[in-house]
DNA sequence: AATTTATTGCGTAAAATTTACAGAATCAAA
DNA sequence: TTTGATTCTGTAAATTTTACGCAATAAATT
């Protein structure tokens, strides 16, 4: 969606290729150097952050079109992308005010037009490692940033409260099922993996007992190699057993820190 | 909805005052005598089994719109109502060949109806007592009943796979959510409860240890009286501490069975 | 080549929690 | 008063979790 002619299709004909009244956004949470942070924009056209979105394409199912929306807005794809909620209590999205407001808009939109309705929002979150990303802006966002977990501005619509409950939500799965897929190398070391765990629950967890709870689980494979870090001793390198993973993915997993 | 002009002027004229594209389903459980069952209706013009739902009005929150379709189809109002999860990969609800042969149906349906559409579908979900329940025909459905929790049929659209999500959360989330306030009489025995968590875990817990937990969570309160079951030393009667409640709600809980 | 420094990796004792189970108390009907 | 079925409490054993000391290791420095 880059030329005006694309713009001007998509606010008048979109309706015809989206689903009206539905969008996805997502919760992007951003892990580096146990920081927790997450992906903010910054919409042109009402002057706010909130979590980047998008709709969904008739023939597209709900994880296709949260793949596609995140590709777009971050350009990462095979993410683990969970969905954890639907919100849907902001009743207006867009004014027609705040549309003709802001210059930067290449048209003037109808009164009736599908973008103004209310929406309801199916809530995804990811976890990246967020050196790793580079986003690319679209129509409707021109700035981006990595916001501290601690300081979250206000946002527009309901998306603090969005960002509250997936926040939330990671937490509690992380008892429950096997996050780190898409957060570490595909070979990591248990010290690495062990400051993703503790940056996520925002507490310390002991560092001899830690590997052996998570190995308990059977979805880490030790390796025979081992990597340089430097005038110490070389930690070994895991990877998560596939098989066991994608098991552990379906039936979920009991771990207690 | 029950005279002739309601009916046509909802297919003609509903997406005037609700969400289109979007409905909530319910997958009700029930619970009595330790047994788990899920309430089914069948469709008048699909003559398939699926689960009680409703389209959103276009100004109320989706708790509201939930709770209200719930109230419809059960009569059942104030109940632990639980978003679960939205579902999207069903392409297509209804169609219009299915609705043109249904005899029962009172008028034609244009082809571009809005009830044609696809839908995405937020479940939610409630644990009753299905002794209570009274069921209010709907003009989309004409039979309901309680099927066993072990052998379902095949239900329309993706209503299988809802049903399997929702007893798989209600399980996860018993150890994380105080249930119950709404499946017992305000006044209830410990073993009520016990039998309670038993038929929704689906495994038995010991008679004697299981208090203990319960009770470490200090949202029950003793009462000093008891119940009268007969020729056996009496139960006393507990009640749920209304304030540690609600916070436990909100806060979670841990418990390990 | 030995020493130093910072980090990984393992084992084990102590503490806490969970599990298993026995027996006393209670109620109402016979 | 006896009987039968059920509630309720306590406690020892087993298991799990926590705490923590120390050996092993890697490379840079002496």
Redesign the pocket.
Known sequence: MKTEEEVEDFILNGHKHYLRHITIDCAIIGYHDQQLKILLVKWKHLNGWGLPGGFIMNEETLNEAANRILMEKTSLSDLFLQQFYTFGDSFFRLSKKDWDKDQRLLIPIPEDNWLLERTISIGYYAVVDFEKVSISPDIFYDEYQWCDIQSIPELLFDHNEMVEKAIQTIRLQIYHQPIGYNLLSEKF???EIHVLYETILGKQL????F???LMSLGILKKLDE?R?????????LYEFDKENYEKALMEGIAL??
């Open positions: 070391t248990l010290p002991d560092r001899r007992n590997p052996k709870k081992q340089s870090i430097g005038p110490h001793r070389s930690p070994f207690a820190f």
